[in-house]
């Protein structure tokens, strides 16, 4: 199923949090590379018999980057510990060296899988993406145009994540430590969250104690739940949501308009810098996201 939500840091209460810290450990990849090099080159030697293999080609996508068909990852449980004994640091140059955005997340000292790559994945978040940027290019080169930042690291909470996609106007530095670097870059204020292999209950987790976790982050975040089905298959209940059939299998006509997320432009400018007009004769207030054309371009 596609469940479909947006949330506001209006509406979210102000998170507790207990922070603890683990005693700095090796990472499971290079205790392998110490033992296996005292005999011969890595790659050059068999799988070590005591580790199913593929549980060390899951060790690979930490070492290599290398998200290897043998590692079996559509088997695998999630949440999945990839890596102990990280630290922050090490985590982004890692995940900056092999371009990994929104799968991995760092918690004290350790690196959790939550989201595997996939294709409808992939795709929502291109679609989405692509419906938010034709929306804003009325004030594309304008000093209201609105960046779209991709999937940016953050850092807060003693942990790192990334949104699938992040959307603000030009915005002044904050105060130390509060920037989405734990340093003063501003935070974006629309965030987009797609999970299909990630829980529901862990992303939504989330987007309630982390993106909009205090008034000085995320303004708003849209948040899409895609249910995990065969490779081939569409998602049965997406196919009643958006139109397609009912619960009965029967064919259904549901028309533009029906299945929207409304983004105000109060909300998207947020504490945007005070020399920014708001160019309401040129974007409609609310900017109207019409689910209907997004799951034409996802299918």
């Not at 080169?141 to 960046?147: K, V």
């Not at 205090?214 to 298959?233: C, M, N, T, W, Y």
Request: net charge negative.
């Amino acid at each position: 199923s596609i469940s479909l939500s947006v949330s506001s840091q209006l509406t979210s209460p102000k998170p507790k949090w207990q922070h603890t810290q683990t005693p700095m450990g090796i990472p499971l990849f290079e205790v392998l590379a110490i033992s296996v090099k005292q005999a011969l080159p890595l790659e050059t030697v068999d799988v070590p018999k005591r580790m199913a293999e593929y549980h060390y080609y899951r060790t690979l996508w930490w070492g290599k980057g290398d998200f290897n068909p043998k590692a079996k990852w559509e088997e695998a449980t999630l949440p999945y510990t990839l890596a102990v004994g990280v630290t922050l640091d090490e985590y982004e140059q890692r995940s900056d060296k092999f371009n990994v955005r929104g799968y991995w997340e760092w918690v004290d000292y350790k690196v959790i899988i939550y989201e595997l790559p996939s294709k409808p994945h992939e795709t929502l978040i291109g679609a989405i993406t692509s419906e938010i940027v034709e929306k804003c290019l009325p004030v594309k080169r304008t000093d209201a145009s609105i960046g779209n930042l991709g999937a940016i690291r953050t850092r807060a909470d003693d942990s790192g994540k990334e949104a699938d996609a992040c959307f603000r106007p030009s915005k002044p530095r904050v105060q130390p430590p509060n920037g989405s670097d734990g340093q003063d870059e501003p935070w974006p204020n629309l965030v987009v969250e797609v999970a299909y292999s990630e829980s529901e209950e862990h992303v939504l987790e989330k987007v309630k104690y982390y993106w909009l976790g205090s008034f000085s982050r995320v303004h708003d975040a849209i948040v899409v739940k895609i249910d995990e089905v065969p490779l081939g298959q569409l998602p049965l209940r997406m196919q009643f949501e958006f139109g397609i059939h009912d619960q009965y299998g029967n064919p259904t006509n549901i028309i533009p308009g029906q299945c929207v997320i409304n983004i105000s432009l109060d909300c998207l400018y947020h504490d945007a810098f005070p020399r920014i007009t708001i160019h309401r004769q040129l974007l409609p207030d609310p900017i109207v996201l019409d689910f209907l054309l997004i799951r034409d371009e996802f299918l």
